[in-house]
């Protein structure tokens, strides 16, 4: 089942991060980075701030989240961010991650491409976003928590324009 975040989820949605960053990143990341990015974009306070600002969408099986969806609001130019997809190992190839895709797009009505980041050498996840449609755009070299990392960008066209008939 796939629902709006509440405030009662805070604390599954930091367990969600924490166990899917290392199962993810323990090989591509420090401990030390890992843990920099989590404890700063998942404190209790930003998970509440994500809640508030931006849409969370969270994945239950078995009545408990299994799986969380963040994205922000289309802004003026029909642009949305994918900014985390994460779905709890076990529960990962079920079906979770495109479930809650799909929730994203019920809500981005004004939308007309939705981005999502990828690190270059995340290959599961990018395999994932390739397979419901994103296209590759450009990867590009960022730092992160300090560490230069590789960055795969990626857009979703959710709506073309309509052509204009003269």
Known sequence: MIR???EEDI???QHI???TWKDTYTEMLPDSVQEAHLDSAYSAPMVAKRMEKTEMLIAEADGRPVGFLNMTYADYDG???L???YILPDYQRRG???ELFQ???SLLEDASQLFVYVD???DPAKAFYERLGFELLEVFEEQFEGMPVETAQYVYPIRRPAAVCV
């Open 96 to 98: 979770f991650g495109l």
């Open 120 to 122: 270059d050498l995340n």
């Open 11 to 13: 604390a599954a949605v």
């Open 4 to 6: 709006q975040m509440i």
């Open 83 to 85: 900014t985390a997809l």
């Open 103 to 105: 929730g994203a797009l």
């Open 17 to 19: 991060a924490r166990v």
């Open 79 to 81: 642009d949305s961010e």
